[in-house]
Nanobody, 115 residues
Framework: QVQLVESGGGLVQPGGSLRLSCAAS????????MGWYRQAPGKQRELVAR???????NYADSVKGRFTISRDNAKNTVYLQMNSLKAEDTAVYYC?????????WGQGTQVTVSS
């Protein structure tokens, strides 16, 4: 069974930082694109950042310059460094891997930005 285990969410003040991690249970995931999505209450899930196996990246306009996605293929892990957090970044963040057969999702980790 494939598993994606996220960690690193929590409560942070505006302007603060958090680092999310997502560990995949399968070594094959190093060859697939991985990404982070988020879903705020009452809103659709949206792409935050994506990274290919070759480490090419793309970001949602709302997080460009503040968030950085990276991956460590030796550890089957993808990271999301989030800086200068804003209240509107509050959401459940989900890790995703796009295999050739189907996408896989993590269980989600809550990020709350509030003073």
């Amino acid at each position: 069974q494939v598993q994606l285990v996220e960690s690193g969410g929590g409560l942070v003040q505006p302007g603060g930082s958090l680092r999310l991690s997502c560990a995949a249970s399968r070594t094959l995931f190093s060859i697939y694109p991985m990404g982070w999505y988020r879903q705020a209450p009452g809103k659709q899930r949206e792409l935050v950042a994506r990274i290919t196996s070759g480490s090419s990246t793309n970001y949602a306009d709302s997080v460009k310059g503040r968030f950085t996605i990276s991956r460590d293929n030796a550890k089957n892990t993808v990271y999301l460094q989030m800086n200068s957090l804003k209240a509107e970044d509050t959401a459940v963040y989900y890790c995703n891997v796009e295999t050739s057969a189907r996408p896989y999702w993590g269980q989600g980790t809550q990020v709350t930005v509030s003073s």
